[in-house]
């Protein structure tokens, strides 16, 4: 059984999924988007528990796309979380955020983010952003092996 590679987009903000999604499509990205709108459910996907425990293991996160400020669990805490394990230490995380706060981007990359990006506010240039994290993290970049990743 291979891995299927997804995207696992944590944002709370439907109006900026809902962009995400369209412009992955845009940009003939076809894996499939897992949606979760918490850290807590964040977290269950990725570690196959609560909600997801009977979710299909193949389908492996090529990227987590981690918004900060969420409900339930911030994506900084969701972050340190998926770091400290070593089944998932090594899978890409990209904070993806309105918060231009110095002390945030700090924060994400001292957590172990591979990525920090700010939101742009217009619509056009989020999307533009998207499809070029998009096809960086789901073509361009190699990921290490699956028995390290």
Not at 11 to 38: G, P, Q
Not at 66 to 76: E, Q, Y
Not at 101 to 126: C, H, M, W
Request: hydrophobic fraction near 45%; charge should be negative.
């Amino acid at each position: 059984m291979s891995e299927q590679h997804v995207i696992l987009l944590v944002e709370d903000n439907s109006i900026d999924e809902e962009l995400t999604l369209r412009a992955f499509k845009k940009s003939n990205i076809a894996n499939k988007v897992v949606v979760v709108r918490d850290g807590a459910a964040a977290l269950d996907y990725v570690f196959v528990r609560g909600q997801y425990a009977s979710r299909d293991i193949t389908e492996v996160p090529q990227v987590v796309l981690l918004d900060l400020k969420l409900p339930k669990i911030d994506g900084l805490d969701v972050l340190r979380a998926i770091r400290a394990d070593e089944r998932t230490c090594h899978l890409p995380v990209v904070i993806l955020t309105s918060s231009k706060e110095d002390r945030d981007l700090i924060s994400g990359y001292e957590s172990g983010a591979n990525s920090y990006i700010v939101k742009p506010v217009d619509f056009t240039q989020f999307a533009e952003a998207v499809q070029r994290l998009g096809v960086y993290w789901m073509v361009l970049n190699q990921r290490p092996p699956a028995s390290i990743a």
